[in-house]
């Protein structure tokens, strides 16, 4: 791993670790993660291939990522103070977040010292054309990951917003007048 590797690996990390302090969720609670992911995506994405069975690797991964990012995006809190939405990382979510991260670090850890023999009969016994498959998915993993999290964070964002200006209908809000009625 280079020290570009490092460094990126490290700062999606402290991404969540940040969020284990309640802060604002604001643009730049987007605009950090989704710069990160971009330049990863930029130095690292020059392909997407798509013979044999690569595209079954990358969307395995995506898939992953995706699932990752939904549930880290469900377990995180989110709370409205006045004008302003809160989040907070949970224990779940920041669990999740480490797991995908480092299985990505690890998987690249063990290529670089001494797995690269395993990975390539694997991908000829599974029919993964290239090293740049595996650098497809891990890549889209991540990305898909992040933005599924921001992207559920953001749906229980408004979701919060929209609660709070419903309405009451006898002491409680309009939200739970419905669910009760149906």
């Given amino acids: 791993m280079t020290t570009t590797d490092w460094i990126t690996d490290i700062a999606l990390l402290l991404v969540v ?5 309640e802060g604002r969720l604001d643009a730049k609670s987007y605009l950090i993660p989704l710069a990160i992911v971009a330049f990863v995506a930029h130095s690292y994405l020059d392909s997407v291939p798509t ?27 989110i709370r409205r103070a006045g004008e302003h939405l809160f989040i907070k990382a949970g224990a779940v979510s920041a669990i999740l977040w480490v797991l995908g991260m480092g299985a990505r670090m690890g998987f ?22 290239t090293g740049d498959a595996w650098v497809a998915a891990f890549v889209l993993m991540a990305l898909t990951e992040v933005v599924t999290r921001l992207g559920t964070i953001f749906v229980r ?18 939200a739970v007048a419905a669910d009760r009625a149906v």
Avoid at 68 to 75: F, H, K, N, P, R
């Fill in 17 to 21: 670790f940040r969020q284990l302090r």
């Fill in 51 to 77: 013979a044999g069975n690569d595209l079954v690797l990358i969307g395995t991964l995506v898939a992953v990522g995706a699932a990752l990012g939904i549930a880290g995006g469900v377990y995180t809190r």
């Fill in 108 to 129: 690249q850890l063990w290529v670089d010292h001494g797995g690269s023999d395993d990975v390539a009969r694997f991908s000829v016994a599974h029919q993964i054309t």
């Fill in 157 to 174: 964002g408004r979701m919060a917003v929209r609660e709070q200006r419903e309405p009451a209908v006898d002491g409680r809000s309009a």
